[in-house]
């Protein structure tokens, strides 16, 4: 179980009032969820004080901390809407509540959509610290999946793996993203997890024995280069990136380098060269695996030197090297930069952008499956906010910036094929029918939304389904001009009435 104390002391320097705050949070939660239990039979309250747990490990301060521990207090404990705002505030409200929408969209099951439904996830959830519940949220649940009923594990395991995992990493959470995929692999794909796990077992067993010679006559090299605040890891390739590596390979394990790397860790961007210079004096690098993603750090920011060696005994390693600043990024990637406590900072233009790189289709090109519908070109909403981006020098914080820039703007709603249509806030069902097609909107006599029928002027809101339903001879009528928000929508209707007057 864990307990307020591990909770506070994963948090850096919290003030009196964030540790009240949290007791304070740590103690609602125990009540309102009082004599429920998980399905494992544990006490349901421990599965909320696990999920702030790991809000914590990943950074979060205080506040996202303790809508974390209150994340199901009214869901699916005795909590009311009115409790946790007297108690605890508005902010806080906002992301509890933010959590149980996120949680009310569904995977559908089917791969078209994956890409439309990743979309709607990132715009539901209209800040990041309610992803980021809802990804620790998950994390827990996918820890404690064994529990769950057969029939829902692969549902949930799936919807990990298709939407989650790959919001994470685009994120550039790749610490969660690779936890999440390698929880969900087995259940998913229960023949190929085997068969990947006793490959990689075998493969690093001899490799791993390689390395250790490897890294102790690195480090002699190093120290004689004068190197000596230097820190190394292994880095095990997570099973379910091997397994999509080893699809795109042949299934051939022998032309995969980096199922285990290492990782040297030095003070400075400087050190990071020197220790490439150190390495490629002394062992034979593989042609064409040099890379410097620092200089050019990937499109989602990925930065770190790689190159791979040939280290004898035909051993061959792949070597990332960073500094400590580098690494976190690139485990914690957005996770990263959300700091309540700092005021303004270098970090924050990067962050934003890079999350909107993370929001391009196929930005990376690797590890992504490319399905037809996220290529081509970039969605109009992402432009707009670049180009807000570019022009504005506000000094609100990170956090706000996304908030009312983007997410309060723009709605996400389904067409009954699944297809992501994004309109501005307030569109109505003539917007929406003008986005799929002129004639949709032209020919356009009613509108359902979510299955009932609803009038023109209506108000979509996101994750509605729209259906228009059109008659061949329907016109569109001048009302429609007060009822479109989009000007592609009145473009369209005031020529259509412009050619029945010239045409009287
Ligand atoms: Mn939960």
């Known amino acids: 179980m864990v307990e307020l104390k591990d909770i506070k002391g994963l948090i850096t320097s919290p003030t009196a009032a964030d540790n009240e705050l949290l007791e304070s949070a740590y103690n609602f939660a125990e009540m309102a969820h009082g004599g429920q239990k998980r399905l494992s039979g544990e006490n349901y309250f421990s599965h909320a004080a696990e999920t702030a747990k790991i809000l914590a490990e990943y950074g979060m301060g205080a506040t996202t901390v303790t809508a974390g521990i209150l994340h199901d207090t009214i869901e699916d404990g005795r909590a009311t809407v009115e409790e946790i705002k007297e108690k605890f505030g508005e902010e806080i409200l906002f992301l509890v509540e933010g959590v149980t929408k996120l949680g009310k969209i569904k995977y559908h099951g089917a791969d078209r959509y994956n890409e439309s439904l990743r979309k709607l996830f990132v715009a539901v959830s209209q800040d990041i610290r309610v992803l980021m519940i809802k990804f620790a949220d998950r994390l827990h649940n996918m820890r404690t999946l064994e529990h769950v009923p057969e029939e829902k594990r692969e549902r949930i395991a799936r919807e990990t793996l298709e939407i989650y995992a790959p919001v994470a990493y685009r994120l550039g959470i790749r610490k969660l993203s690779r936890e999440l995929e390698d929880l969900a692999f087995p259940y998913v794909y229960p023949k190929e997890y085997g068969e990947v796990l006793s490959l990689a077992k075998h493969k690093q067993k001899i490799l791993r024995e390689g390395l250790e010679k490897f890294l102790k006559s690195l480090k002699k090299e190093l120290g004689k280069a004068g190197i ?50 150190v390495i490629h004096g002394t062992w034979r690098p593989l042609p064409r695996r040099i890379k410097d993603y620092i200089a050019f750090p990937k499109p989602n920011g990925y930065q770190s030197l790689h190159t791979t060696v040939f280290v004898g005994d035909g051993n061959i390693v792949e070597v990332q090297i960073r500094t400590e600043e580098i690494h976190r990024n690139s485990e914690y990637g957005i996770a990263s930069h959300i700091s309540y406590k700092e005021t303004g900072g270098k970090n924050r233009a990067t962050a934003v952008f890079n999350w909107i790189w993370s929001l391009l289709p196929n930005r990376e090109g690797e590890n992504e499956g490319v399905s037809p519908s996220s290529s081509g070109d970039v969605p109009q909403w992402i432009k707009e906010l670049v180009e807000h981006h570019e022009t504005s020098n506000s000094k609100s914080s990170l956090n706000e910036d996304l908030r009312s820039d983007f997410f309060h703007n723009r709605i996400f709603v389904f067409t009954p094929n699944g297809d992501v249509i994004d309109l501005p806030k307030d569109s109505s069902p003539v917007d929406f029918a003008y986005s799929i097609h002129s004639e949709v909107g032209n020919k356009m006599v009613g509108a359902k939304v979510n299955g009932k029928l609803v009038s023109l002027n209506s108000k979509l809101q996101n994750g509605d389904i729209v259906e228009i339903s059109t008659k061949k001879n329907a016109k569109p009528s001048t009302k429609w001009l007060d009822y479109a928000k989009t000007t592609i929508a009145k473009k369209h209707i005031r020529s259509v009435i412009q050619r029945q007057k010239d045409s009287v």
């Open 228 to 277: 000596t605040k230097v820190r190394s890891e292994y880095r095990v390739k997570g099973l379910y990136s091997l397994y999509k590596k080893l699809l795109a390979r042949d299934k051939n394990i022998e032309k995969i380098y980096d199922t285990l790397a290492v990782r040297i860790i030095v003070p400075t961007i400087p050190d990071c060269y020197r220790v490439l210079g």
